[in-house]
């Protein structure tokens, strides 16, 4: 989306921001002076209800939780707890986003969206952004895996990554404008959940239930009795 707004409007004609709160910007019912990209994986209860009742364009990336966690352990070496706390979070604010947006565009990870050119027509169109064939080739070619992992490396490199994007007891290096972690790309695995203890791959199956079975599980699913 960034790229896309930079340009159509050039690098001053778009705002973007890492926060939960969509009225830090703009007021409810008003309309941001230039376009206003806010990435959240927790967004605040007045965004959700925004994002249900005003005309706000929200492009949703889905991945099985239970995967989320497992890679925020072997990504960033989070405990299961804080892994799955963060997660579950994140699944219940971006849920409800999902079931009463009004205007929505979502994406599967597991569907290998990101490594896709038509995903970057795609979101131009969602966003109403009108540019040439070349430059959604061009964004795509900058955006697949492989890609990212070169531009990573020259970012750690080039003495780009700040500290401390994660928490104070687990710091991360990341990048201030993408929010691109120096860890950010693994092995793109599905299912990686399966290699955690029975235990927590319980736990996890009954915390995200309705999540499952509503995105990612066969319809006849059946609910787990193991509490």
């Known amino acids: 989306m960034r790229e896309l707004l930079s340009h159509a409007y050039g690098e001053d004609g778009f705002k973007s921001d890492y ?8 007021g409810i019912g008003d309309r941001p002076k230039v376009p206003l990209v806010l990435k959240t994986h927790h967004p605040d209860n ?21 995967d989320c966690v497992a890679s925020l352990m072997q990504r960033f070496d989070l405990p299961f707890n804080e892994a799955f706390a963060y997660v579950l979070r994140s699944v219940r604010r971006v849920q409800a986003c999902l079931v009463h947006g009004r205007r929505t565009l979502v994406f599967r990870y597991e569907e290998d969206f990101h490594n896709k050119l ?10 109403g952004v009108s540019v040439p064939d070349a430059v959604l080739r061009a964004i795509h070619e900058g955006l697949l895996t492989q890609t990212v992992k070169r531009t990573l490396a020259e970012m750690e490199n080039s003495g780009r990554f700040a500290v ?16 691109w972690h120096k860890t950010h790309i693994g092995d793109g695995a599905v299912g990686k959940y399966k290699t955690l203890p029975d235990r927590a791959r319980s736990l996890m199956d009954n915390a995200f239930w309705s999540f499952l079975a509503a995105y990612y599980l066969p319809q006849d699913a059946v609910m787990p009795l193991d509490a």
């Open 19 to 26: 926060r939960n709160e969509l009225d830090h910007h703009v």
């Open 46 to 66: 007045m965004t959700q209800v925004r994002i249900a009742h005003e005309d706000i364009p929200a492009i949703i990336t889905l991945r099985d939780p239970r």
């Open 118 to 127: 038509d995903s970057v027509a795609r979101v131009a169109d969602f966003i």
């Open 164 to 179: 401390n994007a994660g928490t104070d007891a687990k710091p991360n290096l990341y990048d201030p404008v993408t929010h």
